[in-house]
């Protein structure tokens, strides 16, 4: 699996987001940014659990993905940020990743990986960012590939 790839993809799926308006649009990297744009998602740090098929058949990846949104009003941000962490809707991260698994039988994210799912969502609370608070909530997605 091609980490620097999958880790872009997965920022591309994200993007298929739609907020409320006047909210303004999801952005996006795959990487942890120095500084962002909110509301804002990055993939940030991941593990790697090599050889899970005989002879470097498959890896799986799990990446902590994080999502960042402004505090200017405390309970419209965390309701924007509600949206996003919600298992289905317009907005939701789940349902915009998840859609980058393919149909059934085609590779996940354009042939980068054999699957993907995001497994769980934490760490909703406070964030700090380049020296900025956002409220904001960590998204797990396992990617499962090619082990080569």
Do not use: N
Not at 29 to 44: A, I, K, L, N, Q
Not at 104 to 120: F, I, K, N, S
């Amino acid at each position: 699996m091609q980490i620097s790839a999958v880790r872009a993809a997965i920022a591309t799926a994200a993007r298929a987001v739609v907020l409320p308006s006047g909210v303004g649009k999801l952005t996006c990297s795959g990487y942890t940014p120095d500084s962002v744009v909110e509301p804002h998602f990055f993939v940030g740090e991941y593990s790697v659990e090599f050889d899970r098929v005989f002879g470097r058949g498959q890896d799986q990846v799990e990446f902590t993905c994080r999502v960042l949104v402004g505090r200017g009003d405390d309970r419209s941000a965390q309701r924007h940020l509600d949206a996003m962490l919600s298992g289905a809707g317009p907005a939701s991260l789940k349902q915009a990743i998840e859609a980058a698994r393919g149909a059934p039988g085609e590779a996940a994210l354009g042939g980068l990986a054999d699957d993907l799912h995001v497994t769980r969502i934490a760490g909703y609370r406070w964030y700090e960012h380049a020296g900025t608070q956002y409220v904001g909530a960590e998204l797990t997605i396992r990617v499962i590939g090619d082990g080569d």
